[in-house]
């Protein structure tokens, strides 16, 4: 059973360009969850996400941000127009059902660097 | 606001010794309580979790934590340390954030230094 799969691992972008991170949840999660880490700092949760509905986007950015979760394929965080500030390591993490009764658990992350 | 605090950025301990990471959090009602470990470049891996019953809970590679209700707190130990478990540890609580969701808000984390 693969765990949660992230790619691309490293991604560099120049400021101004689109960069795209996906997410292979565990089979039989339907719960998604992405966090970002920056430098010296902890996660900060982004969204959370079943399959083709958004559920809890309080953490996402208002501009330049989207995430989707299709009924096939992975999950997509999306970053438009990359600025400098975006570089940090995004993190997908997935579970079964709610985390009130069960635990997430986390891909490798995608590292993105804006040049 | 609910809220995870972590109290140590950086610990150092020596190989052999024992170790406890601190970890409080701020919630209103009972709390689904995690301890996650990332290596750097790496991802996090879940080391114990905490939904109900028994306070103390025991975890992988020789982990455990106690939930104590009275001092919100649900710290981290490890009788004896080994030079692998370099590393930094996160504190995570499940909070509902509403409209049916619960969502994992973490600490800053606890660097984790072991001298041979």
């Known amino acids: 059973n693969a765990g949660v799969m992230q790619n691309p691992r490293h991604l560099v972008r120049r400021r101004g360009q689109e960069a795209r991170l996906r997410c292979s949840p565990m089979?039989?999660?339907?719960?998604v969850y992405w966090y970002r880490q920056l430098p010296e700092e902890g996660l900060k949760f982004m969204v959370y996400l079943q399959k083709e509905n958004i559920i809890d986007e309080s953490g996402m950015p208002k501009e330049r941000f989207s995430a989707e979760f299709p009924k096939e394929g992975p999950s997509i965080l999306r970053i438009q127009q990359v600025v400098r500030g975006d570089s940090a390591a995004y993190f997908c993490?997935?579970?079964?059902?709610?985390?009130?009764?069960?635990?997430?658990?986390f891909g490798q992350g995608t590292r993105l660097t804006v040049v | 606001a609910q809220s995870v605090t972590q109290p140590d950025i950086h610990i150092t301990v020596s190989e052999g010794a024992s170790l406890e990471l601190r970890c409080n959090y701020s919630?209103?009602?009972?709390?689904?309580l995690f301890w996650y470990v990332q290596s750097p470049g790496q991802g996090l891996q879940l080391l114990l979790k905490?939904?109900?019953?028994?306070?103390l809970v025991q975890g992988i590679k020789g982990f455990e934590a106690e939930f104590k209700r009275s001092q919100s707190s649900f710290n981290l130990r490890k009788p004896s340390v080994h030079w692998s478990d370099a590393a930094e540890y996160f504190c995570a609580v499940a909070l509902y954030s509403g409209a049916g969701s619960y969502q994992l808000t973490f600490g800053k984390g606890t660097k984790l230094s072991v001298i041979p």
């Open positions: 905490y939904f109900s019953g028994d306070t």
């Open positions: 919630y209103g009602a009972t709390p689904y």
């Open positions: 993490a997935s579970s079964p059902r709610l985390l009130s009764g069960t635990e997430a658990f």
């Open positions: 089979k039989g999660h339907s719960h």
